[in-house]
């Protein structure tokens, strides 16, 4: 059974970076069948993908183009898990945050992490 | 990027009443679309794979249909416990979009 845990701060300032952490069990990153995804969620922007990353004899990246110009998706082999990076942060980027996994294109998300609220306040 | 569009976004009904919620892709995405349920609190649960594929253990009264732009989700027999938002998502290409929720409640 996949298991994604998240971690990482509930409250982030203005123009600071938000950095969020799926941890992987039952899975492993580099598994050359599947994706990691993140997505968000907000009352203004209700669910909204952010990224991706997966491995196919190199890493590749898809990020949403909203998002693109201040996010990098890491993936770490070492500790089985993946993060999220989302720089120069407003309020507008508070929201649920959730990492997922997918089987590759043409399947939907089938694992999700449990969700973090990320403020953005001073 | 294609755009996913639902309507109604809320809607009231008896129970034991016939529900739909449509959704509409401003591109073709053939079958790629799934339904999710999010109670509150809760994470999306995936009601619905590849438009009309049921998952396991979602109760029978949930059903899907359509293909390439327009998709519909209904639920036969309204229950209490069907209270949620729903969200419709194209899965066939990145970007994966969502539609904006379609609240469902009880009269």
């Known amino acids: 059974q996949v298991q994604l845990q998240q971690s990482g701060p509930g409250l982030v300032k203005p123009s600071q970076t938000l950095s969020l952490t799926c941890a992987i069990s039952?899975?492993?990153?580099?598994?050359?069948?599947?994706?990691w995804n993140w997505i968000r969620q907000s009352p203004s922007r209700g669910l909204e993908w952010l990224g991706r990353?997966?491995?196919?004899?190199?890493?590749?990246?898809d990020y949403a183009v909203s998002v693109k110009s201040r996010i990098t998706i890491n993936p770490d082999t070492s500790k089985n898990q993946f993060s999220l990076h989302l720089n120069s942060v407003t309020p507008e980027d508070t929201a649920f945050y959730y990492c997922?996994?997918?089987?590759?294109?043409?399947?939907?998300?089938?694992?999700w992490g449990q969700g973090t609220l990320v403020t953005v306040s001073s | 990027d294609i755009q996913m569009t639902q309507s109604p976004s809320s809607l009231s009904a008896s129970v034991g009443d016939r529900v739909t919620i449509s959704c509409r892709a401003s591109q073709g995405i053939s079958s790629h679309l799934a339904w999710w349920q999010q109670k509150p609190g809760k994470v999306p649960k995936l009601l619905i794979s590849?438009?009309?594929t049921l998952q396991s253990g979602v109760p029978s009264r949930f059903s899907g249909s359509g293909s390439g732009t327009d998709f519909t989700l209904t639920i036969s027999s309204l229950q209490p416990e069907d209270v949620a938002i729903y969200y419709c998502q194209k899965y066939d290409s990145a970007p994966w979009t969502f539609g904006q929720g379609s609240k469902v409640g009880i009269k």
């Open positions: 590849a438009a009309s």
């Open positions: 990353t997966f491995y196919r004899s190199r890493w590749y990246y």
């Open positions: 997922t996994r997918d089987r590759g294109s043409y399947y939907p998300f089938d694992y």
């Open positions: 039952g899975d492993s990153v580099s598994s050359n069948s599947v994706a």
